[in-house]
């Protein structure tokens, strides 16, 4: 909707809020995080299609409605990408891939949200951020 001084953006309410405080809440069943881990692969080969990496793809960036629909969010680090020409270091230390690290020299493109969701699945199984007993740091050079 838009009127002459303002735009509007309608957007869905999604009324279990992020995956990261239902985790923390209670123990995800084998059978749920099977089926978000197929949804967010759904959200995830969409964006890949559209030659867009996430860069941060993790629990605290996926929302979960009352029918247990997930929706990927937060875009601000999103790009669009051809090939592996992404160079910029951005995205959450500890789910960003080792190749992210090194973009500067080699770049990095689209898989690097797959090791990304790998580490939302272990989030998932676990409860736990992968990596947290490294310091932010450390974990970047693991």
Partial sequence: MEDESKLYIFLEFVT????????????????Q????TRQILHGWKYLHDQS?????IK?????????GSVKLAYFGLAKATKLNDVKSCKGTTFWMAPEVVKGKHQGYGLP??????GCTVLEMLTGQIPYSEFECMQALFI
Avoid at 33 to 36: D, E, I, K, L, Q
Wanted: charged share 20%; aromatic share 12%.
């Fill in 112 to 117: 690097a949200d797959m090791w990304s969701l």
């Fill in 33 to 36: 995080v099977s089926s978000y």
């Fill in 16 to 31: 279990k809020g992020f995956l990261a405080s239902l985790y923390r809440r209670y123990t995800l069943r084998d059978s």
């Fill in 52 to 56: 867009v990496v996430h860069r941060d």
């Fill in 59 to 67: 629990c605290a960036n996926i929302l979960v409605d009352a029918n």
